[in-house]
T-cell receptor, first 111, second 115 residues
Framework: SQQGEEDPQALSIQEGENATMNCSYKTSINNLQWYRQNSGRGLVHLILIRSNEREKHSGRLRVTLDTSKKSSSLLITASRAADTASYFCAGGQTGANNLFFGTGTRLTVIP | DADVTQTPRNRITKTGKRIMLECSQTKGHDRMYWYRQDPGLGLRLIYYSFDVKDINKGEISDGYSVSRQAQAKFSLSLESAIPNQTALYFC??????????????FGSGTQLSVL
C-alpha cells in the first residue's frame, strides 16, 4: 500500500507565481525529504526536514512539516519555467532502513 | 561522467525472456537500491543492499533477483519477464549518515518494456 500521497497530482501555474504541493503519509517518520524529477530522468534530492523541525528554507524552497497531521508541504516561490518537473516526497521511517515515496506532483510552469 | 550509471537506458523484450539491468557507481557509497516507477504510483523499492554481503528484499521483490558484484556494482535480473514488469527502473545509492537521514542519488533510469 502507498505510504505517501501527494496533492495535487498536477499543478499548472504562470512563471513568477508560487507553487505549493502537499504530502500526506501514514507512518511515523524521523525525516521527510523532497526530490525533483525532470521528465524521464532520475530523482534529485532537494531538501530534508527532520521530525523535530517545523519549517526549513533553501533558496526559493520552503518546506513545512506537521508530524501530528502526518503532512508536509513544499512551497516554491517565484517559479521559473525551469522548475517544471515532478516533485516527490519521501519519508525516512522510524526503525526502517529505507525511504517510502509519495505519488508525486507534476508541476508545469508556463513562461 | 554520471556518478550512478545505469545500462541499458531502454530495453524492449518479450514475455519469458531473462533480462539484466546493470548499475555502477563512482560515489563510493556502500548502500545501493533498485526501485521501479509506474505512473501514479511513485517509486517502489524492489531490493536494497547495504554492503557486498548484504541483500534485502523490498516491498515488491517477487519476480526479481539481484546481485551485488562489488561495492560499485548492483544488478537487477528479471528471470522470466512479464508485461506487468514494464516500468521505469532506477538504481540509487546512499551513504549512511545515521538517524535514517540518507539522501539518495539516482541513476538516469532504464525504461523496460515487456511485450
Amino acid at each position: 500500500s502507498q505510504q505517501g500521497e501527494e496533492d495535487p497530482q498536477a499543478l499548472s501555474i504562470q512563471e513568477g507565481e508560487n507553487a505549493t504541493m502537499n504530502c500526506s503519509y501514514k507512518t511515523s517518520i524521523n525525516n521527510l525529504q523532497w526530490y525533483r524529477q525532470n521528465s524521464g530522468r532520475g530523482l534529485v534530492h532537494l531538501i530534508l526536514i527532520r521530525s523535530n523541525e517545523r519549517e526549513k528554507h533553501s533558496g526559493r524552497l520552503r518546506v513545512t512539516l506537521d508530524t501530528s497531521k502526518k503532512s508536509s508541504s513544499l512551497l516554491i516561490t517565484a517559479s521559473r519555467a525551469a522548475d517544471t518537473a515532478s516533485y516527490f516526497c519521501a519519508g525516512g521511517q522510524t526503525g526502517a532502513n529505507n525511504l517510502f515515496f509519495g505519488t508525486g506532483t507534476r508541476l508545469t510552469v508556463i513562461p | 561522467d554520471a556518478d550512478v550509471t545505469q545500462t541499458p537506458r531502454n530495453r524492449i523484450t518479450k514475455t519469458g525472456k531473462r533480462i539484466m539491468l546493470e548499475c555502477s557507481q563512482t560515489k563510493g557509497h556502500d548502500r545501493m537500491y533498485w526501485y521501479r516507477q509506474d505512473p501514479g504510483l511513485g517509486l517502489r523499492l524492489i531490493y536494497y543492499s547495504f554492503d557486498v554481503k548484504d541483500i534485502n528484499k523490498g516491498e515488491i521483490s517477487d519476480g526479481y533477483s539481484v546481485s551485488r558484484q562489488a561495492q560499485a556494482k548492483f544488478s537487477l535480473s528479471l528471470e522470466s519477464a512479464i508485461p506487468n514488469q514494464t516500468a521505469l527502473y532506477f538504481c540509487a545509492t546512499s551513504d549512511p549518515v545515521g538517524r535514517g537521514e540518507e539522501k539518495l542519488f539516482f541513476g538516469s533510469g532504464t525504461q523496460l518494456s515487456v511485450l
